[in-house]
């Protein structure tokens, strides 16, 4: 299997059948709804917050259509797609509505993934695996999530979950969240952390600038502070073995990591409390190569390289090479696909194209990394093939 090149794309998200349903029928974001566009057709839009841009986007039938996602990766040229639902998850209903849909939405992706072709004739390998869903909500109960974590380890087309940053309402950093933790690295599940809700809009101004500020630094920040959250809790120390991919290449927690340890080394609240310096917690880290620039990859795998020879992180079985070889061990390609869709009709999306070209012009990357990073390191890091 390994010696097989393969493209994998581990952050591209769909909206089932049955949740995409839900949304048709509330009135409040998040929602689905109709609407008459100024030359008389119907479009159906999607409203993910109250006070999101440019109401909302237009969706359809790539946000659900499993038959539009393999058309989709074979366009361009992927061979197996990882596939999360998209935001806002669960986040938004009661918790037994959650802990029900969530189990079902579970059922829903294992077949989604496990009726997907296989890869060829001769192999087990299926294009579509996936990541479920928890009911992370307020009020629900520890037992409730530890179930689905019990449900999606069973599940053998699921290999991890994705996990928005606000917990069970008091972010990830919330104690009464330990069991959950413990749960899923005993479970060898790997938590794909993903931003929703951005950072104080306020920051934004009064010009219509569309999605560009949310999308580009709202939510990235979102992962960057929920992140340093989970750093500042001592949950890696406590849980050495969990696994989590952070969406968008981390945000800005690679460019800030130094900052974060003198701010920690000068703080006598958190002086002693971690095990290690913070610059060692981005090597137990996993970073999708969604960055767009081949400058921007370098300077994550870099950094993760430095917190494994400089502060003792985990080499994930890679510590010979360059700071940069090393650290592209963590890092694997997605596209976000059906989001950042082009604007004008083109047959690859630009999108991906870049994110590709861009692993393909990491300075210090050589065959095997980009190979690696193109697929490689998906196919070791969710046991694909097994
Ligand atoms: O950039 C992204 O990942 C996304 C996403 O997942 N959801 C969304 O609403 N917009 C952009």
Redesign the pocket.
Known sequence: MAAQRLLVDI?T?VYLPRYASFLRSRSAAPRIFTRTTPTGTKEERLL?LDDEPSGG?PIGAQYWDRDEKLKFMDRHGINVSIVSS??PWLDFLPASTAHQLAGELNEDLESYCSTSPSLSSSDTLKRLYGFGLLPLVPEVSINSLLEIVDQISKLPHLRGIIMGTRGIGNGLDDEALEPVWEAIAKAGLVVFL???YGVDSSAWGAKDNG?VLP?ALG?TFETTTATTRLILSGVFDRHPTLRILL??SGGALPQLSSRLASCIDHDPVVASRLKHDARYYLGKLYFDA?AYGPEELGFVSDVIGRSVFKYGSDADGFSSGTKKVVGSSRMLFGT?HP??PPLKETDKWKSVTENLEAIESVEGWGEVEKENVRGGNAVRIFGLGS
């Open positions: 952050h998200h993910i986007r998209a935001n993903h931003p929703h999605h999308l939510f969406a968008h969604v976000d989001f950042f």
